[in-house]
């Protein structure tokens, strides 16, 4: 049984080209006219609820037992993106490939099934694909089984466990390493802080000390991750951490193969050595580096609408808008935010939820530094309405609160100003105390929306005690630098 949800979800997160797919083949027959009817119903609607779907076909047979059709409906979408991604890469041949292979065996047309079990095992060796390797071989030791019997082909037997061996020696490497890197702060930490006796444990492994155990390319990318992770988190050696991810960066692109298939990995620590620029304020390296992900489907001749190629490259506009905002430079990230719109019309490619937060609050951020504040309330307003995970507050839309709090202290909306405290204040006690820095901004903004106080002098007192007294280690999640704060007051004090 699917879990409540699932359906609507799925349906959401679907491209513009993989829908128009799934509708062309539902209309093809009568008997799923009824599934393109809920598709549609679903794809449309804003606020879907079962309730809504029952009073919207009331009179439809199906709505006595809409969970069965909710059921078939995704087992029909799940069948067509399989046959529109059926060639779309690397792993979605080779399991197409399998299935034919199973079939040739069970029909004894053991030739053929052979033939096609060496072609996959060339494509494995070429891509770096060990467990689709492993699976070809366990087909072709079927295969020399059914064929000949265990003693006639006893030697190729033998040679296929052999490299079967070696092939689980490199995951069973990969494994080990994954797993240092997956559960590092456990490894280190002791209560809240790290702990010496567990560093030089683990600074003694021997994966850790010697490149050469590192059987695999991907052994290799999570032995130089785990040397960032000791010197960004460990050691605060900026300078060490940044070799460490330009290392994976230059070992992927001395293997195209393993690039084209694994975009993602390779877009995924780019941005990271850009987020280790922004930290450290070396700004002037990032354009180049952005310029070189922009760069990669013309470079390496990636698919240009691959899903992975996109999210990372939308990734990059990110991260040059978090440029712009570090520099000031909002005419040109409201540029950029023009190029970014026409990106993801052009590719109709849907962006996901963490990406959306990110981007509405970076939207409304340089609109109201651009003194738009009707276009910094409608894209705050576009990321209240973004759901978020149960149990948890995010990120973007407390800066989000905060930003509106600001916008309107910039329109004198003290009316506004009051609700939106009190509304921004509750949606945080829902989940927590408040902080620091959220306490201290909702006393500022309080004493805003008094009056009591003029308001020059606010921002005068304020702005001089986040100079001179404000402690740094009260920085829980960098409300203050992250919304730009001191900046806002300057500006106001210089125009008051």
Excluded at 106 to 117: I, P, R, S
Excluded at 137 to 154: A, S
Excluded at 213 to 236: G, M, P, R, V
Excluded at 258 to 264: G, I, R, S, Y
Aim: aromatic fraction near 14%; include cysteine.
């Amino acid at each position: 049984m699917t879990k409540k949800g699932n359906l609507i979800k799925l349906i959401k997160a679907l491209s513009k080209s993989e829908k128009r797919y799934i509708k062309i083949h539902l209309k093809k027959s009568k008997e799923y006219s009824n599934y393109l009817l809920l598709f549609n119903f679903i794809d449309s609607a804003t606020n879907y609820t079962d309730q809504s779907i029952k009073l919207t076909f009331h009179n439809k047979t199906f709505i006595k037992q809409l969970h069965v059709t909710k059921n078939y409906l995704t087992k029909l979408i799940l069948k067509h993106l399989k046959n529109f991604h059926q060639k779309s890469n690397h792993k979605f041949k080779l399991l197409n490939r399998i299935l034919e292979i199973e079939i040739l065996i069970n029909k004894e047309q053991f030739d053929l099934a052979e033939f096609y079990v060496e072609s996959i095992v060339k494509q494995c060796d070429i891509f770096y694909d060990y467990i689709s390797l492993y699976q070809a071989l366990e087909l072709k030791r079927k295969i020399i089984t059914e064929k000949y019997g265990i003693q006639e082909g006893k030697k190729e037997l033998n040679i296929i466990i052999e490299k079967e061996n070696q092939i689980l020696g490199i995951l069973f490497n990969i494994n080990e390493y994954s797993n240092l890197n997956f559960n590092f702060f456990d490894f280190l930490k002791a209560g809240s802080q790290f702990s010496k006796k567990q560093y030089t444990e683990l600074s003694k492994h021997p994966l850790i000390q010697n490149q050469e155990l590192a059987q695999s390319i991907e052994a290799k990318i999570n032995y130089f991750y785990l040397h960032f992770q000791i010197s960004a988190y460990h050691d605060h050696d900026f300078k060490a951490a940044t070799e460490n991810i330009q290392n994976i960066l230059q070992l992927i692109e001395k293997k195209k193969n393993f690039l084209q298939e694994n975009t993602n990995i390779y877009i995924n620590f780019a941005n990271q050595l850009i987020n280790l620029y922004l930290y450290t304020k070396n700004y002037l390296v990032i354009p180049a580096l952005l310029e070189k992900i922009r760069n990669l489907p013309k470079t390496f001749q990636l698919k240009t609408n691959h899903p992975d190629t996109l999210k990372g490259l939308l990734q990059s506009y990110l991260y040059e808008l978090e440029l712009y905002k570090h520099t000031g430079q909002t005419k040109l990230a409201l540029n950029l935010i023009e190029d970014l719109e026409i990106f993801i019309k052009k590719h109709n490619y849907p962006i996901t939820k963490d990406h959306l937060t990110q981007y509405y609050f970076l939207f409304a951020y340089f609109n109201f530094y651009n003194f738009n504040y009707l276009k910094t309330l409608y894209y705050l307003r576009l990321l209240a309405k973004l759901p978020t995970i149960e149990n948890s507050l995010n990120q973007e839309k407390i800066l989000g609160d905060f930003l509106e709090l600001q916008t309107y202290v910039q329109q004198n909306r003290r009316i506004d100003l009051r609700k939106s405290l009190i509304q921004k204040k509750a949606n945080i006690r829902k989940y927590r105390r408040f902080n620091f820095e959220e306490k201290l901004l909702f006393n500022f903004f309080e004493n805003i929306q008094n009056n009591k106080i003029p308001q020059e002098q606010l921002y005068n007192q304020f702005h001089d005690y986040l100079i001179n007294e404000f402690p740094k280690e009260e920085h829980q999640n960098n409300l203050i630098q992250e919304l730009n704060i001191n900046k806002w007051l300057k500006k106001e004090l210089t125009n008051q």
